[in-house]
Every structure is written in structure tokens, then in C-alpha cells.
């Protein structure tokens, strides 16, 4: 027998001791136990303190609604805070310690915020912490954020793996209670595929709890063979420790299954798994959650739920005390006393707000009828009650029922408010139910066990009806469908003393009162002015009392006062099971290009450019700085040759006989004309006539064209083109494909690059200036047959060629290629080089195309054609877009050759000052260029192209820069392309 | 959410790209009298109503169709699902 | 001395490893190329494809098989099939179905585009549900059906090519995230 209060009988497993330890004392209990019911039978009461005022606190509930003990659990980086004691399976070696306190948990040194408390009610921090204004970044705030909070977090990285997951259904079943079970089983019976779910370790629900009958068995028991049937049925997935979180649209649920919390180690397999449940239907049989009354110092330890009290004999063999009272409104508190007193534990009195006869014997107790509870004593455990005649009396577990409020959370998560229903005095789902959801049992109001066993299967019986599958699932277990009475009664008005309705956010019966005295009427308002049911436990056990002493106040019935929904998650989930496996690197996939593997072995420094890791330069031994090695590599291609892996960009092929037509009402440039066997540089414009993409498209045949993108645009590009395909042009005979991955493609750029190709590419092939000028392309071999393109195009100025294989063949040729290059000193060059190459050239990229720019500002208008329809032509036409004074991309040097210039600085007349009504434009580009000896820019500013040789100022306020820059041709080298020609 | 697509059956939302407003079909005539109006109509002007909606999807992560999806925005539900081909030829755009 | 020919390299190096009873492997020498139909062109299509391959066309989201290569058509598209088939030629492999289906159909090539993993074995549903949003049970997605869908935010096309055996195939470059996903997932759901 582990612990005084341990009783006999219950659902734990006696042969097996296991050992714990709470707040550093070791402590044993069963396997089937939470931390909670082997603290109650270890005689451990005091297990928190509360939020706001410190007052000492123990377990209230036997459910997820648990509002009070609020534990942290593990030690180390698997520590998790505010985990509920009462669903925390106890494992052997299970470390707990209680929360929120300065000093101990006996001796809570903020135990203090009791006594002001007057000072401390609703909205009070509205009112205070506001003189002397300085007081509140050095005293006032660090004071708040080490009080704010209930448990700590251990700070380190969240040790455990998380998983996702995907599963489909034609009934998910939410719940495992008698209406799930008995749901499941029709189900199942039909042969349907059925998901049930549920959040408890074992399934029954309240069947584990109680003293039922089904089919003339115990309820538990039914409940267990129901298990083992539906284990036996391929179809049906039973999910026990899964809590459906949330109804999402069209039948998606989500769900969060705990895998390992329960044991001692995770063995390195993911601890939670967030599944995605698609169904077709679902039935929510979620239960209800019992609510208390609200009298004077109603939070001690020991004055409990009477339903999690008798949950406790019943199914944890654990007695709550040993003067145990109930105070109750209705008749099912009542069965508390009776289970209680079957197992042993006194029952001292019964009190019973309502004036009439007892509903039960209840051997050994003192019946009270048309009594009331107004205040208790017993500071860190209760010691005895006061009623309102003034009687005293001894206790030390108080049992309060106030009725039982259908879950229907769920039921609200597409915008669906409950309604109120005078019969049951509870709120229960509205019409407007999540598309195929249906509830049964409980959580609809139906609150006898046959009822609930009955409209599970009914439901289930209609889902499949509704989904035309067949139905053989005979008739509905049998139970007792005792009927329970019981009057609306939400708080004691002869109260002594602040009566608690959220346990976990202190607000009290005065709070609701003063609520709607400042004029925060709504319950939104309530709501958020009092902090009620803003908790990790949403206020499962305070919302509708609190609701129904509003009405009280505003003189309105609660059906008129209405209800605040719910959100999803129904219980707390943990951030890394939202983030399943993405983080850190494995945040999104990474992509890397066919020469990667070769670049590593040189030591190329790597940049990531979206999801590609590309070779951003390549250090040489001895270079200690990255401008060593980015000026060299730059010399090296303007001086001989250079090869670069651009893979990356986006190459899309584009086939059919109307493909030409395509291209030429999707570039702004005409492509009419383009040949076979050339390549043609285009501008693509946004239907606002904003420049968005450039790239070229080669001609390889008659009806045959391969385009290439930016990398960062290769998607959306190829997206928008699917568009104008479908939907725009559909009669046009063209189709598309990515061939981004078919094809490795390499830059070779320098004056020996055809050089240097003539040893990689098959003598058989002329690439001679004559043969093969500027603009060519076309299929080649390589090293002996190998299938290469190859395209006479350069993004450096340099006389440069494309080269492409089929990506299996990359490395090789990047390898081929620099040792073909050793005579010519050839060099691998990166993205860095690569960017300084084409500043130095006055070629736009991302920078320049930043989505505000167009065709004009870029100095290409004679690219838009106006002969021909094209994406973007019409509108970019419009006056605003084409004044005389408008932006345009020209280059820019300091005056002083040693000034480094920055992207980002702003344009400036000499001595004008810097306001926005001044502003000429920016700076969009910068490099240092190894060929000018002088740091260089491109840039937009007003009239550029009128003012070549002015000097005005790039103005950076951020980095405290103002620095004398002249307006040049953005072309800074080979203005006149005589490079690329030759 | 799941859009139930015409040949494939109903897939997740996640596999696909929204773009708009179905009306981004009807591209205007860049050759009208008053073209320059009926683009920046075109391209700008929209009805944001709370209800039923036409509205482009593109199937990115699986058959790259364009599809027109006939949805509440208010509700989700979504009532049709067109290949969008067949609803611009049927609005003449073949020329 | 003539210069050496370059050596090819495959996305996952030839991979193979069985983990918790499910095998998975890199297959070989498989070529995949597409070949979209012209408008108005499918009669020539459908007859090219059952003279060049013997294979009937698969409607989107189907497969068929072919009596030519070991081919098996893939339904993509509704204006598109990928064919997977064993090359006489893996340097000519859209030559080849270029040959096969004339001026029927519009052939790129994409051998190199994807990696491909075979995975087989009893508990490979339960390992795909972790990472594979589509419903694979018997009835929902039989042998022979494909699909184009998101895993783990890679591009993955799924073909069922058995009782417990399915082909991947995603993106060469993200060929070692797309590995890894596939691992983890047999790895996480193994006992």
C-alpha cells in the first residue's frame, strides 16, 4: 500500500511499486496512477501557489481542466512547467516540483500580494504602475516580468524530436467515453475506417470513474472489452493519450499524441506527434466538466470537485480525506458520498442547497438540506467549513458540485456559439456545428450513461448512413438512464471572504462584480478586463459561473448574457510539436548544386540563396580576408578565365508550335524573330508594367526554346507562365517543364574561355567567333559524346559561354573544366565575384528589379516593345511611370577613390538638406572593382541620364555616411562590348 | 482546407498557390479604345465580398493546374472546383 | 592521350539500408523523360505511345505499364506523361522516346531532375503517414496509381508500384534532405 490515503480495489497495478519524488521527497506509487492521485495518497495536499495573490493550493480536479496543481515536471532541458498533475502518468524516477513561489512552497515569501490584495483586483495594473513615468523601465517592469508567470522554463534548447503525421478516416471519434466507445463500436462493427481519440491513458472516460453499470457489468470493465474489441478490427485506430486540439476546416482535426511522455526515457523516438486527421465525419464525444460553486475561501488544498473526488476512490483507490464533506446543488453529487462511504472513507455531512427531502441515505453523515457553505479555514489545507447559520464544521476534503458543463469547445471552433439550455442549466452546441461534425453523449447535454451510449451509436449509425457505407451495428449497450435534478446555484451570497471562480488567474465573485460596475459589460469584456478563463485551462472550470453572475449583475438572463468562445488548442501544446522536425538546419531542405561536393574540397566559403547554398568565393591558403580572394578571382576572369557553377537559376523548357507566339507576349521584347541557334537577352514586366524578371531564351529548335530565370524567381516565373498558358492563352499550343535540376550549367568567362573549351568540348564542334558568335547556342558534345549545350552569353562582360550537362555529370565536368584550366591559370569564382563582375558591366539584378522599377528606369524602354501585345505593356505606359524627370539606373564613383561606398544611401544635391522632399533617389548595388581600383555603385536618381559628370552626395544616415559621388555611365567597364564580341 | 480537385479528387490547401480573384481570366484587349482604363480595372479593382467567391488556385505541388474555386470566405465551404482551362475557353479567350 | 570521359554521379550514390524491415534503395539505370501532347494531338498521342511503348496513355493520377524498356507511363498531367523506362541509352534516353513517339508528342528529358528511392516492406504506410499527406490505403491509392505532392516541403512524386512497396521521386538537388526526411520517418515509426 503506497501511501495513508491509499484505499482498495481501483484500477492501479499494486504488484509493482514505483518510485518519485515531489519538490526533492521521495515519494512511491502504482503504475495507473497520475502524480496527482499518488500525491493524494501519499497525504501531500499543498502543491502550488496561486497566480496573482500566492495563496496555497492543491489538486482540484482528476482531468485536463485542472486549474490549480500546476506542477514542473523533469529536471534539466526536458523540464516542462505548468504540466498538470492530474494527467501526468506516473513512470518510475518521475521528478515533480511545485511552482510559483519565492522561498518555498510553505513559505511563500509572495504570499505577501494577499494582503494588499484590495490593491491587486481586476484591471488594477490599468490604473498603477504609471508615476513616476521613469519608475517603470528600472522598477516597476523587471518587478512584473520576475513575478509574471506561473513555472519556469528550463532556458536550454528543447532536447526531445517532435514528429508530424497524416491520417484519414471515414469517422474520427473524439472521445473514448461511452458515447466514443459505443460510436467506435458501431463503426467498427460496420467495417468503416475509424479513428478514436482520446486523451486519458486508458479509455472508458467516466466510465473508469464511476459505479455504472453497462450490460449489467461495471462500467470499467465493459469499457476495457469495448478496448480489445476495437484493438481487434484492422479499420479502427484506437489514439489513447491523444487530445484532439482542434477542428479545422472541411473534416481536418488536429491532434497531439504524447509518445514518451509517460516513460522514464524517449529512447530517441519523437515525444509528441501532431497528426493531421482527414475526415469525412466526426462525432465529438468529448464529455463534460464539472463546476463548482463559489463561496468564502473555496481554493484550499482538499476542497476538490466531488466528481474527481469519487474518481479518485474509484479508479485510483485514493481517499480525498478522512472528514470528507460534500456541498452540492444537484443530485449527482450524491453519488460521492455513496461511492465514498462503499469504500470506507467517512463522509462527515452532505450539504444540500436545496429545501427538500435527502436524495439518499448516507450512513455515518449529518444531512443538511437548504444549507450553504460561506467560508472555510485551514491555511495550506483545509481544517473546516462554515454554513450559514454559523454552524462549524470539522473537515478536511470538501466534495463541491455545481452541475456538469458539456465540453463543447470543439464545437465552436468554426465560429458556432453554444446555447444556453434551462433544463440542464449549461451551455451546449449550437446549430451551427463544424461542417460533419455531429456530438453525442455529454458533451450535447445528454448526461446519463444510457443516453450517452445510446446517441454515440446513433450518431455513428447516421455518419455512415450519410456516407452511404453500410451499417450492421445491431443495438446499443444498456445502462441505467437515472435521471439528475439539481437547481442553478453559482455562488453563496453570505460569503465571508473572497470567493475564487478561476482558481488559476485569481479572479474572484468581487472581480466579476467590479467588472461590470467600471462598465465592462460584454462577457468579451468581462473577459479580458478580468483576465476570467485567460488561463492555460481556458477557465474550463470558472467560465459559466462567472457568465452567470454577470447576468445576475445586469439583471439579464444567461441565455441573453450569451458566452465567449474557444480557440483551438483545447489543452496546451508544446511549440516544438508544431515545428515538428523543422528546425535549425533542417528548418526548410537545402539545395545544392551538382559541383557542391568539389567546392567543399576547396574550401569554398558557402551563401545561402533561398533554399541553394552556393559557393559565395573560394579562399586561396594565405588569403586572410574575403576581398583577397573575391579580387582575385575577379582579376583572374577579366585576366585569363574563370568557371562558376549557375546551376541555380531558374531553365524552364518550353515546346510547342505556338511556343514562339508565348514568348513573344510574355517577354516585353520582341522574340519573333529569333532563329534557331540563338540566344535572346528578355525583360519580362508584371502586368503593371513593373520589370520583375530577366533571364535569356535560347531557340534549339523550330519549336523549341529553353529559358532561363533569376534563381530567386525561378517559381513564381514559371508559375505566372503556367497562368497565361491555362487561363489567359489556353487556345496556344506550348508546354512547359522545369529543367532547373535536369541540367548542371557552368559561366566560363574570360578571354581564354574559348580557349579553354576547346578542350572539354568534341573537336567535331566549330566554336569558332565565326561559327559560334556572341548569341549563339546550341547541343554539343563533351569528352567523348557526352549531351552538353552550350551558349555564347556572359553576365561578366567577358567574351563567356554557358556550358550544360546533364546534372549527373556535373562534378566530372566541373572538374574537367579546372584542370583543362590549369594552363590558363583558370580560377573557380563565386557569388561575390560573380556580383562585382556584373556591377562592374551595369547589368541589373534583384537589386534593381526590386518590384518598383521599370523598363525606363532601367534604361531598357527600347525592350518594350510597342508593336505587340505583352504582359505588362499597357500599363506601363501610364504618365507616372514616364515623366521626363523619373528615376534612372546610372553608376556611381566617390570622389575619393579610398571611400567605400553602401547600398542603401540616398541621393542628394550638394548642401541640400536631408529631408524626403530633397531625396534624388538610392543606391540599389556595390562592389569594390578590382578593375577601377575604387569602390562603385549602381544606382536610381533623378534625369540620370542628363547629368553624367554632376557630383552630388550619397547620404546614409545609418551607417553615418555622406559621401561626394559623380554620376557615371552605369557600363563602368567595356562600355562599348568589344569584349563580348570578340 | 481541402480543395476537391476535378480529376485528382480532394487534396490539402498546402499544395497549392493562391492568386486571386477568378476575374484575372478576362484580360482586357490591349488594343481597346480605352485600354489603359480597363487594365488598371483590370488589375486593381476587386469586390472583397463576404460570401461566395471565384477565386484562382494553382496546384504547384501537384498537377500544376490552374483551377477556379467557387468558395464562402466567410464559411470555407467551398461549393465547386473548375479547371481553369475550360472555364477561360469557355469565355472565349482561345484566339 | 585522349582526355577521359566524365564519370557520372547519381543523387544518392547508389544508396542502400533496411532499417526496422523496411528496405530502401536508389534504383538503377532508370531514365525518366516527358513527353506532353500537342493540342488536338492526343489520337497520335495514344497511338504512338501503344506503338512505341505498347502502353495504354493513364489518365492523371494513373499509371500504365508498357511492354518496351520495362516502361511504365505516368499520368501527371492532364496534357503530360512522365515515362519511366530502362534506356538502351542513359545518354540518349529523350532521343529514344523522341524516336518511339515521332512528332506525336513534345519530349524533355528528366533523368537527372529527380532522385528516386525505392521503399518496401510491411510497416512502409505507417512510416509514409509521417511525412506523406495523401491517403495510401488500399482503396484510396491502389498499385499503379501516382501522385505529385509536398513532403516536408519537398516536391515528391509518389508511384505505388506494389502490396508494400512504393517509388519516390524528389528534386536531385534536395536529393540528401529528401533522403533524410524518408529515413527519419522509417526510423520514427519502427518499434
Redesign the interface.
Known sequence: MSGPFRLEGGAVDRSRSLSFCFDGRPMTGHPGDTLASALLAGGVRLVGRSFKYHRPRGVFTAGSEEPSALVELRSGAHREPNTRATVAELFDGLEAFSQNYRGSLRWDLLAANDLIAPFLSAGFYYKTFMWPKSFWERVYEPAIRASAGLGRLSGEADPDCY??????CDLLVIGAGPAGLAAALAAGRSGA?VILADEDFVMGGRLNAETHEVDGRPGAAWAADAVRELASMERVRAMPRTTVIGA?????YGALERRTDHLAAGGG??RQ?LW?I?SRRAILAAGATERPIAFGANDRPGIMLAGAVRAYANRFAVGAGRRVGLFTNNDDGWRTAADLVARGVPVAAVIDVRDRAPVAEVPGARILMGSRVTTTRGRRGLKGVTLANGEKLALDCLAVSGGWNPNVHLTCH?GGRPVWRDGIAAFVPGADLP?GMAVAGAAGGAFTAAAALAGGHRAAVEALGALGLPAVAGDPPGAGDEASDGVPFWHVRESRGRAWLDLQNDVTVKDVVQSHGEGFRSVEHLKRYTTLGMATDQGKTANVAALAILAEQSGKSIAETGTTMFRPPYTPVPIGAFAG??RGR?F??????PSHDWAERRGAVFVDAG??LRAQWFPRAGETHWRESVDREVRQTRGSVGICDV?TLGKI?I???DAQEFLNRIYSNGFATLAVGKVRYGLMLR??GIAYDDGTTARLGE??FVMTTTTVNA?PVF?NM??AR????????V?L???????AQFAVAGPNSRELLR??VDPEHDISNEAFPFMACGEVG??????ARLFRISFSGELAYEIA?????????ME?LMA?GEAFDAVAYGTEALGVMRIEKGHAAANELNGQTTARMLGLQRMVSKKK?CIG???S??PELNREDGLKLMGFKPLDPEEQLAAGAHFLAPGAAAETANDEGWMTSVAYSPMLGTSIGLGFIRRGHARIGETVRAWDALRGADIPVEIVSPHFYDPEGGLLRG | ??IDHPLLG?R?AAEF?I?GDAG??D??D??AED??RL??D???LRDNPAGGHRE?W?H?QGD???LVVTRNTV????VKVE???D???ARE??? | M?????????PLGGYRRTIGGIALAEPAGLALV?A?V???GDEDFAAALAGGFGAVRPGTGDSTPGDRHAARVLGMQP??VFILFEPPDP??AAETVAAALGSSA?V???????AMLTVAGAGVRAAL???????L?DE?FPAGRVARTVM???AVIILRDGTDSFLLMS????????L??VE?SVA?ASE
Open positions: 514528429d508530424k503525421g497524416f491520417l484519414h475506417r479545422w476546416d472541411h473534416g481536418i523516438k519523437p506527434i493531421r482527414y468554426h461542417g522536425r523543422s533542417e526548410r531542405p537545402t539545395r545544392l548544386t533554399m541553394w546551376t523548357d515546346q510547342g508550335r502586368e503593371d519549336n523549341h517559381v508559375r503556367e497562368f491555362q487561363c489567359l492563352w489556353p487556345g496556344l499550343d508546354h517543364i522545369s529543367v532547373t535540376e535536369q541540367w578542350k572539354i563533351v569528352r567523348g559524346g557526352t549531351p550537362v546533364p546534372a549527373r555529370y556535373g562534378e566530372a565536368l574537367a583543362a501585345d505593356n499597357v500599363l505606359e501610364r | 482546407m481541402l480532394p490539402d498557390v492568386l484575372l481570366i484580360r482586357p490591349w488594343q485600354a489603359a487594365f488598371h483590370y488589375q486593381h484562382l494553382f504547384e500544376r493546374s490552374w464559411t470555407h465551404e467551398i479547371l481553369a482551362r472555364v477561360a475557353i479567350r482561345d484566339r | 585522349a582526355d577521359p570521359a566524365l564519370a557520372p554521379r547519381f516527358s506532353a500537342p493540342q488536338g496534357d503530360q545518354d540518349r513534345y524533355t528529358d528528366q533523368s537527372d531532375s529527380w503517414e509521417r511525412i506523406c499527406p495523401l491517403d490505403a484510396a516536408e516541403y519537398l528534386p536531385r538537388s534536395s536529393a540528401r534532405s529528401f533524410h526526411a527519419l520514427n
